[in-house]
């Protein structure tokens, strides 16, 4: 079955533009994750979705990040005003809604974003 | 503050040899621990999970082996193939249940295993 797919694969902006990057998660999966890697660094954990839940936002880094899912269906992640330290890979995850712990979500292919 | 440490940044080893990547972390709250593999311009895939319970987990050529007393996680790949060559994460979570993934990675070990 198709996995989690983003869009788009790489992004160039210029410095202090807008961005959006889509995650498509799983069919059925309820809950959805983004994180952002840095190069050089580890996966950082941004946001996660839970159904109709309050989204966890404790990763964003700042209030130019900004998420949005609607049900169950897609996510799309917003940076404003982007600055140089956001390049990133950005890479979203998605999982159902297992009690107990199963095998770890799968992530997609990621969105290369390199600001200018 | 890095609460999940992989201090060595590459490791090579030899096709059929061991290879083993170490991973250290200091919040005593993590009792779930994860590998990842990543290949360049894939996502990361995950590889083995080990829980603070126990102290090993084996699934084919892949073992964990997680000391908590140390704080301190091992993955041992064994033998060794070419096509493992890939940055290997190693991840922790305060979870033991549930379905919240927020979990906290390290920087990562490039792994080359040469033919």
């Known amino acids: 079955g198709a996995g989690v797919s983003q869009s788009p694969s790489n992004k160039v902006t210029e410095k202090g533009k807008d961005v959006e990057l889509r995650c498509d998660p799983i069919s059925g999966h309820t809950a959805l994750y983004w994180y952002r890697q840095r190069l050089g660094q580890g996966l950082e954990f941004l946001i996660y979705f839970q159904g109709n839940s309050a989204p966890d936002k404790s990763g964003l880094p700042s209030d130019r990040f900004s998420a949005e899912r609607t049900g169950e269906s897609v996510s799309t992640l917003t940076i404003q005003r982007t600055q140089q330290e956001d390049s990133a890979v950005y890479l979203c995850?998605?999982?159902?809604?297992?009690?107990?712990?199963?095998?770890?979500?799968?992530f997609g292919p990621g969105t290369r974003l390199t600001v200018l | 503050d890095q609460q999940v440490k992989q201090n060595s940044p590459s490791l090579s080893v030899q096709e059929g040899r061991i290879s083993i990547l170490n991973c250290d972390y200091t919040n005593s709250m993590f009792d779930y621990f994860l590998w990842y593999k990543k290949y360049p311009a894939e996502g990361p895939t995950f590889l083995i999970s080990?829980?603070?319970?126990?102290d090993k987990n084996e699934d084919g050529r892949f073992t964990v082996f997680l000391n908590k007393s140390a704080k301190h996680l091992s993955l041992h790949i064994v033998p060794s193939q070419p096509g493992d060559s890939a940055v290997y994460f190693c991840?922790?979570?305060?979870?033991?249940?549930?379905?919240?993934?927020?979990?906290?990675f390290g920087k990562g070990t490039l792994l080359t295993v040469n033919p």
């Open positions: 080990i829980s603070s319970i126990k």
């Open positions: 991840a922790a979570s305060p979870n033991s249940g549930g379905s919240n993934y927020k979990l906290t």
């Open positions: 995850a998605s999982s159902g809604k297992e009690g107990t712990w199963g095998r770890p979500p799968p």
